[in-house]
């Protein structure tokens, strides 16, 4: 299946790429949240975090690290997000793995969440329970 990403790969769309290897390329987001946003993304179009193969899962990551490396010396940025969404639900809009590496500033004012849940009392030790994997 296309998605934007395939096209960028393809070269029917036009992008601006600052690396690309055997398994992925890495593009500049064209609406960053701060600027030197950028996106590392699989060749193949795995949709989400569970369909993508272990190597290139490692992989996306290691290159995110290259590229946070980098911006940090370009920009003088003092700390990243490095996100993966991953479904609709987690606000991912190109189903087509992808690992934003986002500059960060002290005090830039950028908000990663705004909300946050609370837990009632023994709630978290108890979802920790399910969660716990044996
Ligand atoms: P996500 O919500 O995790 O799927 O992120 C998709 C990202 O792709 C967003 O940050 C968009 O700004 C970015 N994006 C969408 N279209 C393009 C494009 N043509 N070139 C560069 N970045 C894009």
Do not use: W
């Not at 990403?5 to 701060?34: A, H, Q, R, W």
């Not at 946003?37 to 490692?58: E, F, M, Q, T, W």
């Not at 700390?79 to 087509?96: K, R, T, Y």
């Amino acid at each position: 299946m296309d998605t934007i990403f395939t096209k960028i790969e393809k070269g029917e769309i036009p992008s601006t790429k600052i690396y690309e290897d055997e398994k992925c390329f890495v593009i500049m987001d064209i609406n960053p949240v701060l600027k030197g946003h950028a996106l590392v993304i699989s060749r193949k179009p795995y949709p989400n975090v569970g369909s993508c193969p272990d190597d290139v899962l490692s992989h996306l990551i290691l290159v995110a690290k290259k590229i946070e490396e980098r911006q940090r010396k370009v920009l003088g940025n003092q700390g990243s997000n490095i996100i993966i969404n991953s479904d609709p639900a987690s606000g991912q809009e190109v189903p087509h793995i992808h690992v934003h590496v986002i500059p960060r500033y002290d005090g830039d004012g950028r908000h990663h969440f705004a909300e946050h849940d609370k837990y009632s009392d023994g709630e978290m030790a108890a979802l920790g329970e399910k969660l716990r994997i044996r």
